[in-house]
């Protein structure tokens, strides 16, 4: 299988500790995307790397959160000091510059955070 | 904050039949929009888009419509199968972004029964 891969698929935590969420991207993209679910919702941009430059953060991406891709290729994604309210499907998607179809982002199946 | 808008949260549909799923967009100057449908337990996947100089898209069972008088934008599926069952969103890139920083609508689920 060549498309996003995301790690790991579940995690339940309790309220005040570290997650890290991790995202390899079709190994030919050079952008990466985090977005995050919430029940009912569409996904909500986060943040987005072209190779390994951080180009671009949403307000929703408070200090908590930090992004990395420190090679160009996979990313993490780690959340300190979980609240409840970052309960949600973390998404992580890639696409390539001027590749493909103009808006057309590859997802993975994402990362559920359950926050006790 | 400008956002992409649904309005029907579910839709019920026999196989075979046509489905019409709408979306209202706010920002009059968006000028790209994209249908992604997702399957239960799946990430979303991109279906077709279409650009504010063109109202009518075509592609493969599927018809985007996009009406800039009324900021309305629909996505019609032809003969429906049990596979078309999902969510499905539509998406707009905002004047003042790039194609990297899509808004996502809530969703419309359609449900496609035998």
């Known amino acids: ?116 | 904050g400008e956002s992409v808008g649904l309005h029907l949260p579910t839709l019920s549909v026999q196989e075979g039949d046509n489905s019409i799923i709408n979306c209202a967009y706010s920002n009059s100057a968006s000028d790209y929009f994209i249908w992604y449908k997702q399957e239960s337990g799946k990430g979303p996947q991109f279906i077709i888009d279409i650009r504010s100089n063109m109202d009518k898209r075509q592609g493969q069972r599927v018809t985007v419509l996009l009406n800039k008088t009324v900021k309305h934008l629909s996505l019609q599926i032809a003969a429906t199968q049990p596979g078309d069952s999902a969510v499905y969103f539509c998406a707009e890139k905002p004047p003042d972004g790039g194609y990297n920083k899509l808004i996502f609508g809530a969703g419309t689920r359609l449900a496609v029964h035998p």
């Open chain 1, 1 to 116: 299988d060549t498309g996003v891969s995301q790690d790991p698929r579940h995690k339940i935590t309790k309220r005040g500790q570290n997650v890290t969420f991790r995202c390899d991207p079709i190994s030919e993209h050079n952008r990466l995307y985090w977005y995050r679910q919430t029940l009912g919702q569409g996904p909500e941009f986060l943040t987005y790397f072209q190779n390994e430059a951080q180009l671009e953060k949403s307000r929703l991406l408070s200090d908590r959160f930090s992004a990395e891709r420190p090679k160009g290729s996979f990313s993490t994604l780690e959340i300190q000091r979980t609240e409840q309210g970052d309960s949600a499907m973390y998404l992580c998607a890639s696409s390539s510059v001027g590749g493909g179809r103009t808006g057309e982002l590859f997802f993975g199946e994402g990362s559920r955070l359950t926050v006790l």
